[in-house]
């Protein structure tokens, strides 16, 4: 009796061992599963890829995908793990700031050699095109849209106001959203960005200050090879920029992120926003505002008239460790063309990677309209590509956001807070070299 | 969860005391009739046996993964490019301290702890004396008390996080309503008030588990003690100091330990509501170490986690071995 307790309990242990450390297994009689990770998930998405996905095995009966939705908060963290292991992953969702560190430690496949010849690559349009090869032409992902800035704006407010048209550049920004600021009426003028990623903004305005003599290639560099927070005119879109937050934001706005962001302007209170065309369908949604009484505009210029579309991307890719890589090419092609590509840009509102995008209605009407006006002036609407790859993009980012909030709470100048930007990507390229 | 069945928790005896706890064992009675087996290899073998799952379990998938991730704390281990991962002696703790925030982080830290500790085991007392005396949906309130406990910490974070907004949150709006405050507070975007905040949130998490603990401990102390202090004419206070907090000690003790360990590791709620913002003013040791991870820096965040045991380690002992003493010193 004691001797079979015994036995019995080390069998436990050696099961529960054996099962918790057992990998996943392939599919059998023929067919492959290919092991698909998004990673800005987010339920209705996640809903929109599985039908893309069930549209994909009937038309490859032989391939069957399984979908992991990780929380987006740890997505990327979990896709490394996963990477860094190499089992698990087939097909992931690969961003414009994960590609760098990820191609660097050999974990993603170049789709070069598979995509010659495709036909879906001349349907893309020429930033989507750029997007998908890195430096060196390597292709470690296809981008499935973009994400890009334009002006969400009260087209009530500010007629109430007296201005009969959105603002075109910052400093009418400033001046339109100080004219409707009233705190003591809950009203605020600029949706502020002062919580996480608060450095995009001022990016953003800094980029239109300079938009001249900025190199297309590297958006933090001057043409000179200077950074752009060196440039005279750098001084004058941060003294604008923090303008907004003293004269036209509610003072909380220092811990402004997101979902502040969105919020503000959804339920009625803000006047303007600068945010990403997903925002679209979220603010669709409200009650406090109806259709009539918001629009976009393209995103706000520089003293030149001229601005810097800072476009930031995402896109499939497969893993090096894959064993089936003819199959998840297969799957990431079919996400990057025709309807499917169509389906997921319009449902996620993002900006497409496909031309026919540019004659399509669905683009021409309403607060979309406002980036396709943006993609027809290439000139006024620069597009550059931001350093967003290099493996300091993170710690760049946290250290920026800090930064920002220091100025917003009068412990650092705007110009100290450029000089001190200045010197880390001056010190961080001289290393690099 | 950590909580072995909270209601069953067993007070130790006093002794010098005569009456017996209920469901303590009474000892010299007829429980000495049961022989002891005795102790053979094959039932050491036995025992093993049944430790073996929890042992390996353990092992495998905490102290392994403990000591493996450790040296990375002596490496140039960053995710951003793994191809040199090359030995770097303590660099990676002389990075630490050469941050300057690091000093704004361990202060924060303390304060996190302690406003955090003190309110909470104070309320959480209060509420367990409370839940002792029975009246009519006991069980209800109880369950209602005890929710908070069950949820998420960084849910948690997030639902404050708008609470506290100052423009569209509920205390601002109560505040102003009742004349309190003229103008919006902007909680989170303050830096004094933003570590206020959180900390509010905080003890409104933590009053549920010393509630549980205390609680049950509570429900061990016999009935007879309290009449017969009452007997004696004892009032409420003395009765509280005299017969209550002795009686539970040891379970007071344990959970302010494991309390302060939990809140020094608990980034969840912090990082829901401000992200360790504005300007670092809410950053703890802990939260730190994921803005650090986040990075990519696995090295130098492996070295503020050993950091972090080192000295939760070293807090441990000399606690346990102070309220040992004090035990030992009682009459």
Known sequence: MRRRTAALALGTAAAMVLTSCSAMSGGDGGTVTVTMVESLTNPTRTDLLKDLIADFEKKNPKIKVKLISPPTEQADQKLQQMLQSGTGVDVLEVRDITVGPWSTNGWLYDMKKDLKGWDGKQAMTENAVKASEDAKGRTYFLPYGFYGLSLFYRTDLIKQAGFSKPPATWKELLKQASAIHDPAKRRYGYAFRGGENANSNVTAAISAYVADEIDPDNGFRLKDGGSIFSAPAAQDAVDTYFQLFKKASPKSSVSWAYPEMVEGFSNGSTAFLLQDPEVIATVRESKAIGEDQWSTAPLVRGPSGKTVQPLATAGWGVADSSGHKAEAVKLVKFLSQGAASTTFTKKNSLVPILKSANDDKFYKTGPWSSYLKMTEQPEKYQVVTQPRGVPWWTEWGKKADADVQKVLLGKMTPKELLAEWDAYWTEKWAKEK | ?331
């Open chain 2, 1 to 331: 969860m950590p909580i072995v069945s909270p209601t069953r928790q067993p007070a130790r005896p006093r002794p010098g005391r005569s009456s017996p706890a209920k469901g303590a064992p009474p000892s010299g009675g007829p429980a000495t009739s049961r022989r002891r087996p005795e102790f053979t290899a094959r039932r050491a073998l036995t025992i093993a046996a049944f430790m073996a799952p929890a042992a390996l379990f353990v092992a495998l998938f905490t102290y392994y993964p403990m000591i493996a991730g450790s040296q990375m704390a002596f490496r140039n281990w960053k995710l951003t490019d793994l191809t040199d991962t090359s030995w770097v002696g303590l660099k990676n703790f002389r990075d630490v301290f050469a941050d300057p925030a690091w000093s704004t982080v361990l202060g924060n830290t303390a304060v996190w702890v302690v406003a955090s500790i003190v309110p909470q085991l104070v309320i959480g007392f209060a509420l367990a004396l409370w839940l002792r005396r029975k009246f009519r949906f006991r069980g209800l309130y109880q369950a209602l008390v005890f929710f908070p406990w069950a949820v998420s910490g960084f849910l948690i974070g997030i639902l404050f996080r708008w609470l506290f907004n100052s423009e569209f949150g509920v205390v601002n709006d109560l505040l102003q309503k009742t004349g309190l405050s003229d103008e919006p507070i902007a909680w989170l975007a303050d830096p004094h008030t933003a570590m206020g905040a959180v900390i509010v949130a905080n003890i409104w998490y933590g009053v549920t588990f010393f509630t549980i603990m205390i609680l049950a401990a509570l429900q061990s102390i016999p009935d007879e003690l309290y009449e017969a202090a009452a007997l004696d004419g004892a009032g409420k206070a003395r009765t509280l100091f005299q017969i209550t907090i002795p009686y539970i000690r040891t379970t007071l003790a344990l959970t302010v330990l494991l309390r302060i360990i939990w809140i020094f590791n608990f980034p969840d709620l912090i990082f829901g509501m401000t992200g360790g913002g504005p300007d670092n003013q809410t950053h703890i040791v802990t939260t730190w170490m994921i803005r650090i991870t986040q990075q990519g820096d696995y090295g130098r965040a492996s070295a503020i986690g050993l950091l972090i045991v080192a000295s939760l380690l070293v807090f441990a002992a000399f606690f346990l071995l102070a309220t040992r003493e004090k035990k030992g010193a009682r009459p």
